[in-house]
């Protein structure tokens, strides 16, 4: 009886991950289906030695091949480019200022929703396990860090959607989480010559 037990359960695994492996191709074929994107983004920052939230607000700006534009609103107004693993800082005069000794655990981040957002995770696989769960219509997709150094900074990244991405959490080993939920998320359109100059296009 054991070993019947035993097998069922082995079936049932595979079945399972067959699913979510099925899900998370849906997922990411309808991601990459929509390569040029805007969207409204509100976040949130909690820490545990903060009593309240830091939160912000502004638009991302994605587009495939090129990477992304964090344009933050209020409370304060700041353009950061993430193209690859590089990232940079607009500043007023519209100058890319290279960020050279950035955030490694950020960097990695922003490759990794790259990878999503283009439909090839190979290199986000690589570095992450993902459960998948949910339909194609509301989907959450959880990855946790494979290499040990990551793991002891970063706890997962859960990513959820439905036709688009619609939130980010972040949540880190020391009780830190990032929160990140998009709305009004809609085709880029006509970008703007700073934009299109951030993200090296012609």
Same mark, same amino acid.
């Given at each position: ?9 082995c079936?049932?695994? *595979? ?28 976040? %949130?920052?909690?820490? !545990?030695?903060?009593?309240? !939230? @830091? ?8 587009? %495939? ?9 209020q409370?304060y ?16 005069? *519209? ?6 000794n950035?955030?490694? *655990?950020? &960097? @990695? ?5 790259q990878?999503?957002?283009?439909g ?13 769960? *949910?339909?194609? %219509? ?5 990855? %946790?860090?494979r290499?040990?150094?990551? &793991? ?22 020391g009780?830190?989480?990032t ?13 703007? !010559? ?7 296009? !012609?």
């Amino acid at each position: 009886m054991r070993c019947l037990i035993a097998t069922l359960l082995c079936l049932l695994a *595979g079945v399972l991950h067959a699913q979510e492996a099925d899900l998370l191709h849906q997922v990411l074929a309808e991601l990459a289906a929509h390569p040029q994107v805007r969207a409204d983004f509100t976040q %949130s920052r909690e820490n !545990p030695a903060l009593a309240q !939230p @830091q939160q912000s607000q502004g638009q991302l700006v994605f587009v %495939s091949g090129h990477g992304m534009l964090w344009q933050v609103t209020q409370p304060y107004r700041e353009t950061l480019a993430l193209t690859g693993a590089r990232t940079a800082r607009i500043d007023e005069q *519209g100058q890319l200022q290279v960020i050279r000794n950035g955030d490694r *655990g950020v &960097a @990695q981040v922003s490759q990794m929703l790259q990878s999503m957002l283009t439909g090839q995770p190979e290199e986000a696989l690589r570095q992450f396990t993902v459960e998948a769960h *949910g339909s194609p %219509s509301r989907w959450t997709l959880r990855f %946790s860090p494979r290499q040990e150094r990551m &793991a002891r900074v970063l706890s997962a990244i859960e990513l959820s959607g439905d036709r688009y991405l619609q939130g980010i959490d972040v949540e880190m080993q020391g009780g830190e989480r990032t929160v990140i939920r998009f709305s009004g998320t809609r085709d880029a359109g006509t970008l703007s !010559p700073l934009e299109a100059r951030a993200l090296g296009m !012609p």
